[in-house]
């Protein structure tokens, strides 16, 4: 997925009234105002009153549901014939500004402040996951030296102090 692709899908979602909010590593590099690294996929996250909407306005342009072994309502992967991905990550906003993300069970969720960046990608401003909340989200799981170099070059843009996490590839 190259930067004139994430535009275009931008644009056409949001000239249709579906917002969304740039995630994963599109967003690292809106929120550093370049593209750092090519990107297999795009991810976002949508509220859920707009996948309908989305599901339609993708279809049109050749998306359809892939991976349907792991799709669940609330993550679902849209590709095209050119092998564009889209992880959609979809979001139930709460009384707090909150996006609840999945089953309210599982205590997984955007934080309100999570929900208020925004980038640049190809001169095109975008919403995006804040930089506290993208080195936050990148934590808890088995770490590569992609995370490692996303997550320190958002902390050196934006003042945000290194997670403990990824001091060991400091020294390797």
């Not at 949001?14 to 909010?21: E, L, N, Q, Y």
């Not at 050119?82 to 934080?111: C, K, S, T």
Request: charged share 25%.
């Amino acid at each position: 997925m190259i930067a004139s692709d994430v535009v275009h899908i931008y644009e056409m979602l949001t000239a249709a009234g579906v917002p969304i909010w740039i995630d994963g590593g599109w967003c690292v590099d809106a929120l550093l105002g370049e593209q750092t690294r090519a990107h297999s996929d795009l991810d976002i996250a949508i509220e859920q009153k707009h996948v309908l909407k989305l599901r339609e306005l993708l279809a049109a342009q050749g998306y359809q549901e892939t991976k349907l072994e792991q799709a669940r309502p609330w993550n679902f992967v849209l590709a095209d014939a050119q092998a564009h991905e889209m992880d959609v990550h979809v979001i139930i906003l709460d009384d707090r500004g909150n996006g609840i993300y999945g089953p309210p069970a599982n205590g997984e969720m955007y934080p309100a402040a999570a929900l208020t960046g925004t980038g640049v990608i190809n001169r095109q401003a975008v919403r995006c996951i804040s930089p506290e909340w993208m080195v936050k989200f990148h934590s808890g799981y088995a770490l590569k030296e992609k995370d490692f170099r996303d997550v320190s070059a958002l902390c050196a843009k934006f003042a945000i102090a290194l997670p403990q996490e990824y001091e060991r590839f400091r020294t390797s």
